[in-house]
């Protein structure tokens, strides 16, 4: 069988960041600020809800095509963290992560009838680099590009057996905006888009399964965010 998942390189989006950072050092050189007044560190808290949406083309069993299969994957609720580290008062590096959400994987199509095939932890770990705009008062927009690994954890049979998922690289794409409560406190929502390609294989019946899985989760973030 030859694979067909989309390929998900992260070296554009690391080009482009790395380039951000450069630019912002280089037009921002003759900043100065009271440090007493910058805070250079932001941590947040989130309820994070992800928007799953997924593909499945290329189920084969024995090796050969499952006419009409696919899968489907829920969405899930989950708490995460984001760690922030300000260079200047507008360019940030920020790292997100959190509890592992659950994924029932659902057979789909001419799979319906089998049920659930899988259940699996996952969680993102992404970096970013973002760009905050600060010229409206209490309210601070924000923008941000960068990479994450998603990474699949405890891996659970259900009507497949020997059930594995591998993780993946993925590109990160992110718009968001903080709120000013005080000097210290914000109120934080930000979307994130997290495209990437995977494989997965198990058995049923004792016949090898092999797939290739294209998602594209959004991950909703509502939080609040500590400075300091």
Request: no cysteine.
């Amino acid at each position: 069988m030859t694979d067909k998942a989309r390929p998900v390189s992260a070296r554009p989006l690391q080009f482009a960041a790395g380039f951000a950072l450069l630019w912002a050092f280089a037009s921002q050189a003759a900043w100065a600020q009271d440090s007493e007044e910058f805070k250079r560190w932001a941590v947040s808290l989130n309820v994070t809800h992800v928007f799953v949406d997924e593909d499945a083309p290329d189920i084969t069993l024995a090796g050969g095509p499952v006419p009409g299969s696919n899968v489907r994957i829920g969405n899930a609720t989950s708490a995460t963290v984001d760690i922030g580290y300000f260079f200047t008062p507008n360019i940030a590096a920020d790292l997100f992560l959190g509890v592992p959400a659950t994924a029932e994987i659902d057979g789909a199509g001419s799979l319906e009838p089998i049920g659930t095939l899988a259940k699996v932890n996952y969680g993102p770990v992404i970096l970013s680099a973002q760009y905050h705009f600060n010229d409206l008062g209490k309210v601070h927009p924000y923008l941000g590009v960068g990479v994450g690994r998603i990474v699949f954890l405890n891996e659970r049979d259900r009507a497949l057996a020997n059930f594995s998922i591998d993780d993946s690289w993925a590109p990160a794409a992110q718009v968001g905006v903080r709120y000013e409560l005080d000097t210290a406190w914000m109120l934080n929502a930000d979307v994130r888009y997290v495209p990437f390609s995977t494989h997965a294989t198990g058995s049923l019946g004792g016949v090898p399964v092999r797939t290739s899985l294209d998602i594209d989760p959004i991950l909703a973030n509502v939080g609040v965010s500590y400075r300091f």
